[in-house]
């Protein structure tokens, strides 16, 4: 089982960066397939970045692609989603969330993940 405890949020004004950390316990953390996701108030849910065991291969929603860098540190247990030129629309809650299985073209589907952090509050200011 993995536990996942997300860090980095907070309030920036539009045009701001923010660096969101994903810490992940265990010893296994280089078989999981990462993924971000964020939930603004009234909202689905919905996909942001994932990245591959290896972090050989990553994925980005259209809409953040340009803005958004998701990494990985294995050694550290940490993926990290950078963040630039934040608008307005990408204020939410941001979850970390992890899945033990191969790479699949389902990773960007909530219901493809087994282990989701408690979310980071990020609130960009116009």
């Known amino acids: 089982q993995v536990q996942l405890v997300e860090s980095g949020g907070g309030l920036v004004q539009a045009g701001g960066s923010l660096r969101l950390s994903c810490a992940a316990s265990?010893?296994?953390?280089?078989?999981?397939?990462m993924g971000w996701f964020r939930q603004a108030p009234g909202k689905e849910q919905k996909f942001v970045a994932a990245?591959?065991?290896?972090?050989?291969?990553?994925r980005y929603e259209e809409s953040v692609k340009g803005r958004v860098t998701i990494a990985r540190d294995n050694a550290k247990n940490t993926v990290i989603l950078q963040m630039i030129s934040l608008k307005a629309e990408d204020t939410a809650v941001y979850y970390c969330?992890?899945?033990?299985?191969?790479?699949?073209?389902?990773?960007?589907?909530?219901?493809?993940?087994?282990?989701w952090g408690q979310g980071t509050q990020v609130t960009v200011s116009s």
């Open positions: 265990g010893r296994t953390f280089s078989t999981y397939v």
């Open positions: 990245i591959s065991g290896s972090g050989s291969v990553k």
């Open positions: 969330a992890a899945v033990q299985r191969p790479w699949s073209a389902s990773v960007g589907l909530p219901a493809s993940y087994d282990y």
